[in-house]
C-alpha cells in the first residue's frame, strides 16, 4: 500500500503554530510545529497530553478539557495563510465549543488521527469489540442505500423502454414484408390501369361525336368514383378508430391491475412516520452528545492517572505485564493537577470502567436507532414512490378513458358520414343507371373498370404510406437505443460501485491492517507472535424489524511455543506492548482507508509507556511515512530513542 502522503491532493504548510489556552492543565502556550516529527518529551505531568489536546481542540475535536480552575479556553492554530480558532466554555456543568476550527467534522480524526490512551480504536482493540463497527462507524449506509435504490429505479424505467423498443424492432420485418407486398400490388394495379385507360381512349375515338351527349353520365360516373373512394376511407378510418379503442381498452385493463396493486398510504402515515424519524433523530443526536461528552470524561479520568504514573525507565519496563501493577505498588492515590484533590486510583479505575460500558450500551444503543431510522426512512420512500406512481398512473387512467371517449365520439360521427355517403352512392348508380344506354354499355363498363382500379391504387398507396410512416417512426425510436444502453451501463455501474462500495471499504481495511501488522510484527521483533490479523466473516444481525446479513472483523493471533509449534491465542493473553501496537495500527488502517490524511494533516500519539524504547522508536519511523504533521508525547529516555531528522519541545 502506498503511502498516504502520495495521495494527498493538497498542499501541506510545512510549518503550524498553535497558541492554547486553559487547555488541559495548561495556563498558556504557544508552539510551532514543523512538517515531520515532533517529540514531546517530559515527565508525566508536563502537560504534553495537554498540549496534544489543544491541537486536537484548533483542529475540531470535542474531545478535550478544559481547566479545571478556568470557566473559559481556547486554541488556535496558525497554518499556511489560515487562521483556525476554537474557543472552550463551561456552560451548566458541560463543556461548550464555537469558533471555526480546521475541520467541520471531527468524527474521522477523533477515531483514526487523535490516538491518546483513550481513542475508540485503540480501546476497541484492547477490549476485543467488533472493529468492523468502529471502521465502517463514518460510513453512511443509509444515504448509500437510498442511492441503490434510486438507480435500481432508474434501470427499471430504461429497461422498460428497451423492451419497448424490442418489440418494435420485432414488428419491423413484418412491416417491411407488407410494404413489399403492397408496393408490388400498386405495382400490378398500375399495370391493369394503364391498360384499362389504353382501351377506354380506344372506345372514345368511336364515339367521340358523342362525348357532348354523355358528359352528364361522365360527370355522375366520375362524382360516383370519388364518393365510392370516400366511402372506403371513411370505413377505413373507423376500423382503424375500433381497433384503438380496443388497445386502449386493453391499456386501461392493465393500468386498473396496476391502481389496485399499488398500496399509497395515509397521508397521516407518512406524517407519523416523519414525526418518528425526527424524534429518532433527537434521540440519535442527544446520544451521540453523551456519548461524546462520556469520551470527554473517559479522556480526563485516563489522563488523571497516565500524568501521576510513576516514572520507571525504560530498561525496568516489563512489557509481559500491565505497567499499571508495578505502579501500584508505590501510589495508590492520584492527585488532580487542576483542583488539587486526591483520590484513590482504584476508585478512578472502577469509574473509568463503568463509563466505558456505559458508553458501549450507548454506542448499540444508538446502532439500533441508526436501524430503526433506516427501517422508517425505507418505509417513507416506499410510500412516497408508490404514491408518486399512483397519482401518475390515475393520470394515465383518466387519459386513457378520455382518449376512449373521444374516438368512440369519432367513430359515431364517421359511422354517420358512412350511412351519408352508402344512401348518396345508391342514388348516384341510379341516376347513371337511368343515362346508360345500351349504345353506350361498353363504355361505361370501361369507365367504371378504370374508376375502379384508380380507387383502389389510390388506397394502396394510402396503405403504402401509412406503412412507411409507421416503419420510419420504429426506425427513429430505435436510433435511442444507443443512448439508453448508455444510460442504462452508467446506471448498472453506479449500482455495482454502490453495491460493492461498503464491501471495498471493509476489504481496504483488512487489507491495510493485516499489512501493517505484518510489517510492524517483523520490524518489532515479538519473536514468539507469528502472527496477528483480521478475518472477515459474515453473521445474521438484526436491524431493526430486519435479520440482515453483515460483515464481522474477528482478530485472529498465532503464536508458537518453545519447540516451534504453532497455537491460536485471543487478544487477552497479548502483552501490554502487542495490545497497544495492535491497536494503533488498527487506528492507522482507518486513517488510511478512509483518506483521512487528505482532511487531518496531523496525527497525535500518546501513552506509549507500555511499549519499549526501540520498539516505540520503529513505530514513530513507521507512522511518519504516513501522516504529514506527527506529534508524539514521550518520557525522556523514549524519546532518545527516536532517530532521524525531528523537532524536541522539553517546556510546554
Known amino acids: 500500500m502506498e503511502s498516504g502522503l502520495e495521495s494527498s491532493s493538497q498542499e501541506v504548510p510545512r510549518e503550524a503554530t498553535l497558541s492554547a489556552t486553559n487547555i488541559g492543565g495548561i495556563d498558556d502556550a504557544e508552539v510551532t510545529f514543523h512538517e515531520g516529527v515532533t517529540v514531546l518529551s517530559g515527565r508525566n505531568a508536563t502537560n504534553r497530553t495537554s498540549l496534544l489536546q489543544a491541537i486536537m481542540a484548533a483542529l475540531g475535536s470535542d474531545q478535550v478539557s478544559l481547566k479545571a480552575d478556568a470557566n473559559e479556553g481556547r486554541a488556535t492554530l496558525e497554518f499556511g495563510d489560515e487562521t483556525y480558532r476554537r474557543t472552550l466554555e463551561r456552560r451548566n456543568g458541560t463543556i461548550a465549543t464555537d469558533g471555526e476550527p480546521y475541520l467541520e467534522d471531527p468524527e474521522?480524526?477523533?477515531?483514526?488521527?487523535?490516538?491518546?490512551?483513550?481513542n475508540e480504536a485503540r480501546q476497541a482493540v484492547a477490549r476485543g469489540d467488533d472493529l468492523r463497527e468502529l471502521i465502517m462507524q463514518p460510513v453512511d449506509t443509509s444515504a448509500i442505500k437510498a442511492e441503490i435504490e434510486q438507480y435500481e429505479?432508474?434501470?427499471?424505467?430504461?429497461?422498460?423502454?428497451?423492451d419497448e423498443l424490442e418489440e418494435l424492432e420485432q414488428r419491423l420485418p413484418d412491416l417491411e414484408a407488407k410494404r413489399t407486398r403492397v408496393t408490388d400490388e400498386i405495382e400490378t394495379l398500375r399495370d391493369e390501369l394503364q391498360t384499362a385507360q389504353a382501351d377506354l381512349e380506344e372506345t372514345n375515338v368511336d364515339v367521340e361525336e358523342r362525348r357532348e351527349e354523355q358528359s352528364e353520365l361522365e360527370t355522375k360516373l366520375e362524382e360516383l368514383r370519388e364518393t365510392r373512394s370516400e366511402l372506403e376511407r371513411v370505413r377505413d378510418r373507423i376500423e382503424t378508430e375500433r381497433e384503438s379503442i380496443e388497445a386502449l381498452k386493453e391499456e386501461r385493463s392493465d393500468i386498473r391491475e396496476r391502481l389496485?396493486?399499488?398500496?399509497?398510504?395515509?397521508?397521516?402515515?407518512?406524517?407519523?412516520?416523519?414525526?418518528?424519524?425526527?424524534?429518532?433523530?433527537?434521540?440519535?443526536?442527544?446520544?451521540?452528545?453523551?456519548?461524546?461528552?462520556?469520551?470527554?470524561?473517559i479522556q480526563f479520568n485516563q489522563q488523571l492517572l497516565d500524568e501521576q504514573e510513576s516514572m520507571l525507565p525504560a530498561e525496568e519496563r516489563n512489557?509481559?505485564?500491565?505497567?499499571?501493577?508495578?505502579?501500584?505498588?508505590?501510589?495508590?492515590?492520584?492527585?488532580?493537577?487542576?483542583?488539587?484533590?486526591?483520590?484513590?486510583?482504584?476508585?478512578?479505575?472502577?469509574?473509568?470502567e463503568q463509563l466505558r460500558s456505559t458508553r458501549q450500551e450507548k454506542l448499540e444503543e444508538r446502532s439500533e436507532l441508526n436501524g430503526e431510522l433506516s427501517d422508517r426512512r425505507e418505509t417513507v420512500s416506499t410510500i412516497n414512490e408508490n404514491q408518486t406512481e399512483y397519482r401518475q398512473t390515475q393520470q394515465r387512467l383518466t387519459s386513457t378513458e378520455d382518449e376512449i371517449e373521444r374516438r368512440s365520439d369519432r367513430v359515431e360521427e364517421l359511422t354517420d358520414d358512412r350511412e351519408e355517403l352508402t344512401d348518396e352512392i345508391d342514388d348516384l348508380e341510379a341516376d347513371v343507371e337511368s343515362l346508360e344506354t345500351e349504345d353506350y354499355s361498353d363504355v361505361l363498363e370501361q369507365h367504371k373498370e378504370v374508376n375502379q382500379l384508380e380507387f383502389k391504387l389510390e388506397r394502396k398507396e394510402q396503405k403504402r404510406e401509412e406503412l412507411e410512416e409507421e416503419i420510419d417512426t420504429i426506425e427513429s425510436r430505435l436510433t435511442e437505443r444507443e443512448d439508453l444502453n448508455a444510460r442504462r451501463e452508467d446506471a448498472t455501474d453506479q449500482l455495482t460501485d454502490l453495491r460493492t462500495r461498503i464491501d471495498q471499504i471493509e476489504a481496504d481495511a483488512v487489507e491495510a491492517f493485516n499489512e501493517h501488522m505484518e510489517n510492524l510484527r517483523e520490524t518489532l521483533g515479538y519473536d514468539n507472535l507469528d502472527r496477528i490479523w483480521i478475518d472477515r466473516t459474515e453473521r445474521e444481525v438484526r436491524e431493526g424489524r430486519r435479520k440482515v446479513s453483515k460483515s464481522s472483523f474477528d482478530l485472529k493471533i498465532v503464536r508458537s511455543t518453545d519447540d516451534g509449534a504453532a497455537y491460536e491465542d485471543t487478544i487477552d493473553h497479548l502483552s501490554e506492548s502487542e495490545r497497544e501496537v495492535t491497536g494503533l495500527v488498527f487506528a492507522l488502517a482507518g486513517y488510511l482507508v478512509h483518506d483521512v490524511y487528505e482532511t487531518v494533516p496531523f496525527m497525535v500519539l500518546d501513552s506509549l509507556e507500555a511499549i519499549d524504547s526501540e520498539r516505540i522508536a520503529a513505530v514513530v519511523e513507521y507512522f511518519h511515512s504516513y501522516v504529514p504533521y506527527l506529534v508524539v508525547a514521550l518520557l525522556d529516555e523514549d524519546a532518545q530513542a527516536i532517530e532521524g531528522d525531528h523537532a524536541v519541545i522539553t517546556e510546554i
Open 319 to 352: 512489557e509481559e505485564g500491565p505497567i499499571t501493577d508495578q505502579l501500584l505498588e508505590d501510589s495508590e492515590t492520584v492527585t488532580c493537577w487542576t483542583c488539587g484533590s486526591s483520590v484513590a486510583r482504584e476508585q478512578i479505575e472502577t469509574t473509568i
Open 153 to 162: 429505479q432508474r434501470k427499471r424505467q430504461i429497461d422498460e423502454q428497451l
Open 260 to 297: 389496485e396493486s399499488l398500496s399509497t398510504g395515509d397521508e397521516t402515515d407518512v406524517a407519523r412516520i416523519e414525526d418518528e424519524i425526527e424524534t429518532l433523530q433527537d434521540e440519535k443526536a442527544e446520544l451521540s452528545e453523551e456519548i461524546s461528552q462520556l469520551q470527554s470524561t
Open 108 to 118: 474521522l480524526a477523533d477515531l483514526f488521527a487523535f490516538l491518546l490512551e483513550s
